[in-house]
């Protein structure tokens, strides 16, 4: 029998090989679609802090709906990596001084701002039809999401990725995170949640 964590793994190599073979152009014009569809379909009020993230290899380029939230009236963050289990999110700010954040994503300098995001916009390998996800292995949100918890805070939760990247079925294990919500390029869709 497969445990789940194996099943995990092979779910998400196999839809990472779907990202991956996407037509590089096509990706690009897909991001500009989906930041049309969070603009007028999040709605971000002013003022509220939305994390995103710095894409790497063929992930969704959330820049331009960064970009869209921003001129909504968002404060934005991005992670940065503290240490093998930890992230925190530094306020974004434009012109201030990026750096490298490892796995070839860069973040806003030690000295800016860090901030508890209310929205946060999350990368994933693989998702369900029912918000379950599959990250990249090393439980960084996973572990980010629940101290926020921990503060009394209940961010709103919105997985970012392509179509081909939906499975049947994540394996539920008792850390996993569940979305309320995954924006693609066929639209933002809502779960509803588990009973």
């Known amino acids: 029998m497969t445990s789940p964590k194996e099943l995990k793994k092979h779910l998400r190599k196999e839809a990472l090989g779907r990202r991956d073979a996407l037509d590089e152009f096509w ?78 994503t860069v973040g806003p300098h030690e000295e800016a701002d860090v901030l508890d995001p209310s929205v946060m916009l999350i990368p994933l390998a693989a998702f369900d039809a029912r918000g379950h996800r599959i990250g990249y292995g090393a439980g960084y949100y996973d572990r980010a999401i629940a101290r926020l918890i921990d503060k009394g805070q209940s961010p709103r939760l919105v997985g970012i990725a392509f179509d081909c990247q939906e499975v049947a079925l994540v394996p539920d294990e008792p850390h996993d995170v569940i979305i309320q919500e995954i924006l693609t390029e066929s639209g933002l869709r809502r779960f509803a949640p588990e009973l």
């Open 27 to 104: 990706r690009v014009e897909a991001a500009l679609e989906m930041a049309e569809t969070a603009r007028d379909r999040l709605g971000i009020e002013s003022g509220q802090i939305v994390s995103g993230f710095w894409p790497m290899r063929s992930e969704v380029d959330v820049r331009p709906l960064m970009f869209a939230l921003r001129e909504q009236g968002a404060r934005l963050c991005l992670p940065a990596i503290l240490d093998k289990t930890t992230i925190v999110f530094r306020e974004l700010v434009r012109g201030a001084p990026m750096v490298e954040m490892g796995f070839g």
